[in-house]
């Protein structure tokens, strides 16, 4: 059953790839030195990950290595069809990565995420951290979010 359900989702994951925004977003980032790698975001904050049988834990959507510029998209988005939304949001941390020189560091935006997104970055305890996927989740929820993301990444990293 979950070897199907794996195996779906691969499939469907190749051929959704080609959504037109997601690509367009895919390839600026990269251009910008970014690796946005279509996999299973690594567990690195579980050191006890799978020790004594314990279910595997659920991994993020998307996930931004901001020292190794590395992006990881969950597979799973494509069947959700939260991919060029999931990536949106990794846009913008990557736009913060390059506003800090490597670092993440908030842009400032004046633009406040709709309120059925605050539970998703008010669980973040780190008032930083809260402040930056406020503007990942601001940006996201946008109607014009994929054209707010690319001009945020082209204003931020050069
Ligand atoms: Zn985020």
Redesign the pocket.
């Known amino acids: 059953m979950l070897e199907s359900f794996l195996l779906s989702s691969f499939l469907i994951s190749q051929s959704s790839i080609a959504e037109p925004k997601f690509l367009a977003l895919k390839n600026q980032l990269e251009k910008f030195g970014f690796q946005v790698i279509i996999a299973l975001p690594p567990l690195k904050h579980s050191p006890q990950q799978n020790i004594g049988g314990n279910p595997p834990l659920p991994r993020p959507y998307?996930l931004?290595e901001s020292s190794k510029k590395i992006i990881w998209i969950n597979p799973v988005v494509f069947d959700l069809q939260i991919a060029t939304q999931t990536l949106i949001?990794?846009s913008?941390?990557a736009a913060q990565v390059c506003a800090g020189g490597g670092k993440l560091k908030t842009l400032g935006l004046d633009i406040q995420p709709i309120n059925y997104a605050r539970p998703f970055?008010l669980r973040y305890a780190d008032v930083h951290r809260q402040d930056?996927?406020r503007e990942?989740?601001a940006v996201q929820t946008q109607p014009n979010s994929f054209e707010l993301a690319t001009s945020l990444l082209q204003q931020n990293c050069k």
Do not use: I, S
């Open positions: 998307g931004l949001h990794e913008v941390h970055f930056l996927e990942a989740y």
